[in-house]
């Protein structure tokens, strides 16, 4: 069990300190790969650990303070921040470089392998860093391309191909990625009422049909106001990335690339800092509109069972 308090530095720099119960192992294993992780990778698109504590049985890390929390609680309107397509864009890249860099700069290269809505975390100009590196794992041996691990994660992100053969590779990342942009497409859960969002997409999807077919399924607060560009690019990527065998999948900075483009088609720099709009979610009209989400949603990541479990 894990509690995150906000705190202050003697220099008067907000930091976020995550602290597990005492004596808890799960928590000192978690807690002892993130700091050998985050010791490993600086990118403005990852959150940075300012420091540790192990002592006297407290555990304890310390983080940069990312203010506008999480893309789940921002999705859900929970946040108070209007989600608007432009700034869904943003965080898309940003996430995809955070997870592009960990797979291909990082030496030796580290899968996520919780890659999910809560966490992802938006700084003051909506930028998103990659949070939570307690399930992570290096990938050491390269050259087999692959590590063969008992199966952690979160349901309804979780690569179908790791969850059989119980090996776990980069793309097992991408797979999950491809969710996270169909959650910000139509702000749905991956799992809602026992439907599995991946196949509520495919289901429906026409590309000879406008938009795809896609007006159903779609999040109504984005197609407010002035069609959004790229709709169509953003969703033909993410059921690429959720392609049920891996080698299908595009790799990370393929996705950067992509999303890079579907930007420049909307007009707007890629590499611009900040997010081009700034209202609140009450500002922009939608605070009685329905979020399917709950504080409790995808509260839970870790090991699964050996016998299988599938929505329908």
Known sequence: FVKVYQGNLPSGELVAIKRAAKESMQGAVEFKTEIELLSRVHHKNLVGLVGFCFEKGEQMLVYEYIPNGTLMDSLSGKSGIWMDWIRRLKVALGAARGLAYLHELANPPIIHRDIKS????????????????????????????HVTTQVKGTMGYLDPEYYMTQQLTEKSDVYSYGVLMLELATARRPIEQGKYIVREVMRVMDTSKDLYNLHSILDPTIMKGTRPKGLEKFVALAMRCVKEYAAERPTMAEVVKEIESIIELVGLNPNSESATTSETYEEAGGVNAQHPYREEDFSYSGIFPSTRVEPQ
Not at 119 to 140: E, T, Y
């Open 118 to 145: 809560s966490n992802i975390l938006l700084d003051h100009h909506l930028n998103a860093k990659v949070a939570d590196f307690g399930l992570s794992k290096l990938l050491v041996d390269s050259d087999r391309g």
